[in-house]
C-alpha cells in the first residue's frame, strides 16, 4: 500500500511563499492526488488535486495563489504557495484519491508577522 510524506511546511509572514513536498513510498503515478488542510479548531477540506496526467483543479480559496503539480519519475507531488495569507495557517496533507488514502503525518503551515 502507498504511504506519502508531506515535507515543507514552516514559519511565513503575510505575502510570502511556501513549496510543499508529497513524496510516496512507491510510484504514485498511477493517481490522481489531493491536497487538503485542516485549519486550527477546523475540519480537513480539500483544496487541489491533480490528475495522472498533470490537469490540476483547485479551490476558489486558493486559486491564482497556489499551484499543484508532480513529478512521476519522483514519485512527488508538489504545491507551490504564494501570497499566504494567515488563514491558510493549517496542518496540509496529501492523500491518493483514487484508493482512499492513507493520510500522511502532514505538515505544519503557519501564517503569521
Known amino acids: 500500500q502507498v504511504q506519502v510524506v508531506e515535507s515543507g511546511g514552516g514559519l511565513v509572514q503575510p505575502g510570502g511563499s511556501l513549496r510543499l513536498s508529497c513524496a510516496g513510498s512507491t510510484s504514485l503515478s498511477p493517481y490522481t492526488m489531493a491536497w487538503y488542510r485542516q485549519p486550527p479548531g477546523k475540519a480537513r477540506e480539500f483544496f487541489a488535486r491533480?490528475?495522472?496526467?498533470?490537469?490540476?483543479t483547485s479551490a476558489d480559496s486558493v486559486k491564482g495563489r497556489f499551484t499543484i503539480s508532480r513529478d512521476n519519475a519522483k514519485n512527488t507531488i508538489y504545491m507551490q504557495m504564494n501570497d499566504l495569507k494567515p488563514e491558510d495557517t493549517g496542518v496540509y496533507y496529501c492523500?491518493?484519491?483514487?484508493?482512499?488514502?492513507?493520510w500522511g503525518q502532514g505538515t505544519q503551515v503557519t501564517v503569521s508577522s
Open positions: 491533480i490528475t495522472p496526467d498533470g490537469s490540476g
Open positions: 492523500y491518493a484519491w483514487d484508493i482512499g488514502g492513507p
